[in-house]
């Protein structure tokens, strides 16, 4: 049964070890096929699943984007990244995709999950180039003065501000687009910050049975640690201010710049409900992103 009732607020700050209460980051984990999730975990994940059959398919959409805009803020020059909400390291790690391609390319990672954490620190035991901050994205000045972000990344040159399947957990309380501005203003110009949300909008207009589903997805969640607040595309747009936006624009995942990956997930119910986009930080110099 779900709670009638979403739970009260959460203080914002880190979130300690707790393997009872399921939440989203080894939710996230189970949906990716991960092995970091917890029995209270994989017992609400199969209920989301029974509820919304396409979650995990919503979930390779979306980290499947994750992986194209890393490439393209890599092509654009960007070798530093903040990567807000980073989640439990799993197949196709940012610093992965980055240090693939720029060897001593810099990434922080950045989550409230103890498990997400204390897994990431194993894994980057050896890697002088990347650490993570066990820090709450709703606390801006927190993040942007930990250690690991001012000894890793510089913020006079531009950073890849990931913020990649993370504002659907922050309510309008937190202010989304506040935070977004913090962040964005503490970037150079030239920064590029793509961001992705889930959305009722599409299948509302669409897809009557997805949207239902969907529905129901929220309220289970109304029993995990973390609460999904879906986005209007329109909502999504209005973050990117003082940015210019990449083509597409705002789009469904699969559509934002498609390269042929995860076809079959490409034309899951899914499709409709995670939305992304792009903008680079302007600056008196920054041209126009048709050249990205
Ligand atoms: C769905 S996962 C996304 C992981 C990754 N960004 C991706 O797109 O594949 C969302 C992550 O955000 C984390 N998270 C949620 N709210 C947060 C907050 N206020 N501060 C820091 N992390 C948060 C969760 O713990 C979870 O690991």
């Given at each position: 049964m779900t709670r009638a009732t979403p739970p009260p607020l959460q203080p914002i700050g880190p979130r300690s070890y707790d393997s009872e209460t399921p939440n989203a980051s080894r939710m996230y984990d189970y949906y990716l096929g991960?092995?970091?999730?917890f029995t209270a975990d994989r017992e609400l994940a199969e209920r989301a699943k029974t509820v919304l059959p396409c979650t995990p398919s919503l979930a390779r959409l979306n980290r499947s984007w994750l992986r194209r805009v890393v490439d393209i803020c890599l092509d654009a020059g960007i070798n530093q990244f903040l990567d807000l909400g980073s989640g439990i390291p799993t197949v196709g790690n940012v610093h992965e995709i980055v240090q693939r391609r720029v060897p001593d390319g810099r990434v922080v990672y950045v989550d409230y999950d103890a498990t997400a954490v204390t897994h990431a620190r194993k894994i980057l035991?050896?890697?002088?180039n990347a650490g993570i901050v066990h820090g709450d994205i709703r606390d801006p000045d927190g993040v942007l003065h930990a250690p690991e972000v001012r000894a890793l990344l510089d913020f006079e040159r531009p950073t890849g501000l990931l913020m990649v399947?993370?504002?659907?957990?922050?309510?309008p309380e937190y202010d989304p687009a506040g935070l977004v501005a913090t962040y964005r203003d503490a970037c150079a110009p030239g920064s590029l910050v793509p961001i992705s949300v889930i959305t009722t909008q599409l299948v509302a207009d669409q897809d009557p049975v997805t949207h239902k589903q969907i529905l129901d997805l929220i309220g289970v969640y109304h029993d995990a640690s973390e609460q999904i607040h879906p986005w209007a595309p329109d909502d999504l747009r209005s973050w990117f201010t003082g940015m210019d936006m990449l083509d597409p624009g705002i789009t469904v995942l699969p559509e934002w710049r498609p390269d042929g990956a995860l076809e079959a997930d490409n034309d899951?119910?899914?499709?409709?409900l995670g939305i992304g986009g792009m903008g680079r930080v302007r600056g008196a110099d920054t041209p126009d992103p048709s050249d990205l």
């Open positions: 991960g092995a970091m999730n035991e050896d890697n002088e399947g993370i504002l659907l957990y922050v309510g899951s119910a899914a499709r409709l």
